[in-house]
């Protein structure tokens, strides 16, 4: 399996940009779907954006929705999560995970992940 390994995470103020990646090494990168969640203090693991491992389907929460877009490089084995127009809520750890997938499908369940980065933190001031 892959082990995603993610970075780009700071202090921004409420408005701007963030672009994180995840980096995650092995010959078959192609063939993961990879999926971006965080977590805030007390608060339950959410969703945020997710792409299968051709890049051709997406899926994002409602709440980033037109704000994030999540992207690949697959000849870099990167992931990445531009993430405009950021908001105090916002806020959180993120996780990139990734899944062995056989078709190209972007999956929304944290359940479906087989392996999860550390996390990176995001503030975001108001």
């Known amino acids: 399996q892959v082990q995603p390994v993610e970075s780009g995470g700071g202090l921004v103020q409420a408005g701007n940009s963030l672009r994180l990646s995840c980096a995650a090494s092995?010959?078959?990168?192609?063939?993961?779907?990879m999926g971006w969640f965080r977590q805030a203090p007390g608060k339950e693991r959410e969703f945020v954006a997710a792409?299968?491992?051709?890049?051709?389907?997406?899926a994002y929460a409602d709440s980033v929705k037109g704000r994030f877009t999540i992207s690949r490089d697959n000849a870099k084995s990167t992931v990445y999560l531009q993430m405009n127009n950021l908001k105090p809520e916002d806020t959180a750890v993120y996780y990139c995970a990734a899944r062995y997938s056989s078709g190209d499908y972007a999956y929304a369940s944290p359940r479906a992940y087989d392996s999860w980065g550390q996390g990176t933190q995001v503030t975001v001031s108001s």
């Open positions: 792409i299968s491992w051709s890049g051709a389907s997406t």
């Open positions: 092995g010959r078959t990168f192609s063939s993961y779907a």
